[in-house]
């Protein structure tokens, strides 16, 4: 079983901009929280906080009883039990679908044969067994993102995060992908954090909503209630759009 996420006064500013402004929230053990907000509301930052790429100012981020940051320590990406998945999907172009995504137990200790094995399996289950050997370039923006979304299940992370992972493609594939992503997350069992601009999305994936405006978390709640009960004039408009 994975761990609960839980995030107390998390700040940031780049120069004068308060970008974070004590940004608190829990994610229960499993659940798939998605952050949604307009372009330039601190989703990115906020998810990069999380996964270490990025010093918070102040704020604590902790995972089960793990503190990840607070205001003395930093633990790196690579020690905090989680993967990402990017916008861009940010795979090797010199590696195969196989080889990004073993990349990602290149630390752990196993026999040739049990990492291929399971890299193998987990292609298979984002429907890629026969795309093994194929480069990135000789993939679809589609099929690149489900080889990055294999990368980020074959080392069974505890914390999945997702920078706007279907921004990139057309509709009809992020209708798709979309349901792949959230049967896949929640199959694997791990806590989830997802941040997108589109309401719809959020609305689809959610176990809960949370709403940033200005780096402040507006309303954090299940996606009924964000929508039909909201806290503020802005997340009426913000998400009314997804009427
Ligand atoms: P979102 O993901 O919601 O679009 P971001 O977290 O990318 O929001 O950005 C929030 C704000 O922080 C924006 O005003 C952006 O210009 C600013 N910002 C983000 N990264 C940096 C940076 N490295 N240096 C300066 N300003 C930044």
Request: charged fraction near 25%.
């Amino acid at each position: 079983m994975t761990d609960q996420l839980a995030v107390e006064r998390l700040s940031k500013s780049f120069g004068p901009t308060r970008v974070l402004d004590e940004v608190s929230f829990s994610v229960a053990p499993g659940r798939f929280l998605v952050l949604l907000g307009p372009s330039g509301s601190g989703k990115t930052t906020l998810l990069r906080c999380l996964a270490g790429i990025e010093r918070s100012d102040g704020g604590t981020v902790s995972f089960g009883t793990r503190v990840l940051a607070d205001g003395r320590s930093h633990l790196a990406p690579d020690r905090r039990d989680l993967a990402m998945v990017f916008q861009d999907y940010a795979l090797w172009p010199h590696m195969t679908a196989a080889g990004n995504t073993s990349y990602a137990l290149r630390r752990r200790r196993l026999s040739r044969a049990e990492s291929d094995r399971r890299v193998q399996e987990v292609l298979a289950r984002v429907g890629l067994a026969d795309h093994a050997d194929r480069y990135p370039h000789q993939l679809s923006g589609g099929q690149q993102q489900r080889v990055a979304l294999a990368r980020a299940l074959v080392a069974e992370p505890g914390l999945l995060l997702f920078d706007e992972p279907l921004s990139n493609l057309d509709a009809d594939l992020r209708e798709r992908l979309r349901v792949q992503i959230s049967t896949l997350t929640r199959d694997s069992g791990a806590t989830a954090v997802y941040i997108t601009h589109d309401q719809s999305e959020a609305f689809a994936l959610a176990d809960e909503v949370g709403v940033l405006e200005n780096g402040r978390l507006v309303q954090l709640g299940t996606p009924e209630s964000v929508y039909h009960r909201p806290a503020t004039p802005f997340v009426a408009r913000f998400t009314g759009l997804a009427g």
